[in-house]
């Protein structure tokens, strides 16, 4: 079941291999592991999507597809998995990195106002850099192992659930 419904939502892997960002990982992109599909290839590449999906960065698909390379799990997951984090989750997500990281460190709050531009990011480093940085590290690493906890086993109770049906049916008498 779960091999099924990450098929049904995962893009072709030729799509991606032209993806105009994603061409520069070429001869990376070749290793047979990262487009097959089980347990710990999905597990590790949705929290490795969910963990660049809080970095502050520009082209996050390129670094789920890096962190896909080096940790050899399924890259379409690790990609698709990044977008949590869009026009319109990321101002909610990156205030509660915000809020996190001050809350860690133990600073004084200041007025956020969010912008979705790298421009507001450099500016803005200064004053709000080291508690919403932390934020966005804590909270990546923290939804990053909850996922792959969640899908992990969800994962494992599918696979019993499936042979204890097949079990059943084989033990029912013919009526």
């Given amino acids: 079941m779960p091999r099924r419904t990450f098929k049904r939502i995962m893009p072709d892997p030729e799509r991606i291999r032209q993806h105009k960002y994603l061409r520069l990982l070429g001869p990376w992109m070749q290793k047979a592991s990262l487009w097959h599909l089980n347990r710990r290839s999905a597990s590790g590449a949705l929290a490795l999507g969910v963990f660049s999906a809080w970095m502050p960065i520009p082209f996050q698909m390129v670094l789920a597809a890096i962190l896909a390379i080096i940790a050899g799990v399924n890259m ?18 990156f205030y509660l990195a915000y809020l996190l990281g001050t809350w860690v460190m133990d600073w004084e709050r200041g007025a956020f106002e969010f912008q979705l531009s790298f421009q507001w990011l450099a500016d803005s480093l200064h004053s709000f850099g080291p508690p919403f940085l932390l934020g966005c590290a804590l909270l990546g690493l923290i939804c990053a192992a909850l996922t792959y906890l969640v899908i992990d086993s969800l994962w494992r109770y599918s696979i019993l659930f499936n042979w204890r049906r097949r079990r059943n049916a084989r033990t029912r008498p013919l009526p």
């Fill in 76 to 93: 379409p997951l690790a990609i698709i998995a990044v977008w949590i984090s869009n026009p319109l989750t990321m101002p909610f997500m």
